[in-house]
């Protein structure tokens, strides 16, 4: 077995819906790391239209899509924005289940991700930001889905995930008009 330029490396994200932006993602964290670690936030909400799915359902499409090749996760909200005390969280959630600080964490460029981890002291975490060279959002993922428009979603889906569109779909939907979320 090759070996990898990093032990542990980790993804944040909620996954409302996986897209092939995320996927670039995790399989670049695979690429470069020994083990990777999702971790999937806002997992203790559901049925909102910013958080149509349980923590279940999006692990079960990461699961179809990577299979043993990642671990995953829940991480719920715990209502302190982005920032060190949101970060320090994350860490203690990450050693928690994996027992052990990661050396990578892996994101698309987003300013308030840069201070996550600042201020932790004796832990040095590689960033590494991936461009966003795939024009998608979870959004626009989301409304592909109240709108029935399977050929628009599929163009940014694992073909893996084909057969759940109608599933899905009715999750969206019936989520599409609760706007309040504990989410942040």
Known sequence: MEKKPFKLGILVGRFQTLHSGHEMMINTAVELCDEVAIFVGSAQESGTYKNPF????RKDMLEKIFGDRIKIFPLNDIGVGNNSSWGEYVLNSIVENTGRYPDLHISGKEERRVSWFDGIEGVSIAELYIPKTIDISASEMREFFINGDFESWKKYTNP????EF???REIVVNSKDITQTSSI
């Not at 349980?54 to 359902?57: A, G, L, M, Q, R």
């Not at 893996?160 to 057969?163: E, K």
């Open 160 to 163: 893996v995930l084909y057969g």
């Open 166 to 168: 109608e599933k899905l």
């Open 54 to 57: 349980s923590y279940e359902v």
